[in-house]
């Protein structure tokens, strides 16, 4: 559904995106994620036809990022997401299906049901009087009120409530039961995890690890074990060369450790005291375990001459790949203009703006 080859966007000398190269399939939930500053919406505006690039191709739906047909299959929604705030939510999500030449009878059954399904309340109220929370869902109906096949949605929990953000994510799952593609991207990665089937972690404009998320963690995290005893484990010496220690916790004794082999050696240590272990339990790394640790490794630089030249070697072996999980990592930079600033709309999906920044 989604097929992104080479990308590359500059600003001057700046590399906000460098070679990137992914695809998404029709009907899945796919996550961009990465620190601030690490090319994740420069990415989706240029999926969205709001940035062109300044090299590589992208096709949406089977159409060029930059043809107008594509932005009438394709749904945006921005982090930021000014409304028009004199509006309700039913005349303003009106004025953007008429902007998408959906028939007025089709619209209003299809804003209807949106807004029932999100459980907006108060549709005639003013847009300026709502709640950030209300606000986000009129911006979520909004992008849906054309019934795109594509969805890009840009943190779209971000400073939500629980209640408001759990509401959302569902509906993100709802979305791909439909059969709708989504592009997601959220600094919370707890939310990513729960919603995406596959993500890409970029750092510094270059894509750096790809995968499901089980995959990633796999290639990329460690797996430690909790080992609980009824008797502080004998020879604590032992222990501690493997790099372990014992804490008590209520009637039991705790071991953490990083491999089976350490498991059975407090299982020895155990019965040599006396006692015998009465639980284990797994520990897998989460995603934000495994981004933190991605993220904290030496990078390419991101401009153009002598310091793009200066490649780390460490970062440079992580462009193996690895199955389900693969690294990446590229040394190329690419030129290109200066600041701009780009003032495109797609297809009405919002007041939008392009100021060079590099999230």
């Not at 590589?56 to 705030?85: C, I, K, T």
């Not at 707890?190 to 089980?214: F, L, Q």
């Amino acid at each position: 559904m989604i097929e992104v080859a080479g990308l590359s966007k500059t600003y001057g000398d700046f590399a906000a995106v460098v070679d990137s190269t992914f695809s998404v399939d029709e009907g899945e939930v796919f996550g961009i994620v990465g620190p601030n500053g690490a090319g994740k919406t420069t990415t989706l505006k240029v999926i969205a036809g709001l940035v062109d690039p300044t090299d590589g191709d992208v096709e949406v739906a089977g159409f060029p990022s930059d043809d107008p047909e594509m932005r009438r299959r394709l749904g945006f929604l921005p982090e930021e997401s000014p409304l028009y705030e004199e509006m309700t939510p039913i005349s303003y999500l009106k004025f953007f299906a008429d902007l998408y030449d959906v028939p007025a009878d089709v619209a209003d059954e299809r804003i209807e049901a949106t807004l029932d399904r999100l459980e907006l309340d108060h549709r005639d109220r003013r847009l300026g009087d709502m709640s950030k929370g209300m606000k986000r869902k009129v911006a979520i109906a909004r992008s849906l009120v054309n019934d795109p096949d594509v969805l890009v949605y840009d943190e779209p929990a971000s400073g939500l409530d629980p209640v408001t953000t759990n509401s959302v994510l569902e509906f993100t799952r709802e979305l791909r039961a439909t059969g709708k593609t989504v592009v997601f991207s959220a600094h919370n990665l707890y939310h990513v995890e729960s919603v995406c089937d596959r993500v890409v972690v970029m750092n510094e404009g270059r894509i750096v690890a790809r995968g499901s998320v089980d995959g990633i963690r796999e290639r990329h995290g460690e797996t430690s074990y909790r080992v609980f005893t009824d008797v502080a484990p004998a020879d604590a010496e032992a222990l501690s060369d493997l790099g372990v220690a014992t804490e008590e916790v209520g009637d039991r004794f705790r071991t953490a450790v990083p491999t089976m082999d350490a498991v059975e050696a407090v299982r020895e240590a155990a019965a040599a005291a006396g006692g015998e272990v009465v639980d284990i339990r797994t520990r897998e790394p989460s995603l934000e375990d495994v981004f933190l640790d991605i993220v904290g490794r030496p990078m390419p630089g991101r401009y153009t001459g002598d310091v793009a030249a200066a490649v780390d070697s460490e970062a440079a072996s992580d462009s193996e790949t690895a199955g389900d999980a693969e690294t990446t990592s590229d040394s190329k930079t690419a030129g290109g203009a200066g600041t701009t600033s780009d003032s495109k709309t797609a297809g009405g999906a919002g007041t939008t703006s392009d100021s060079g920044a590099a999230e």
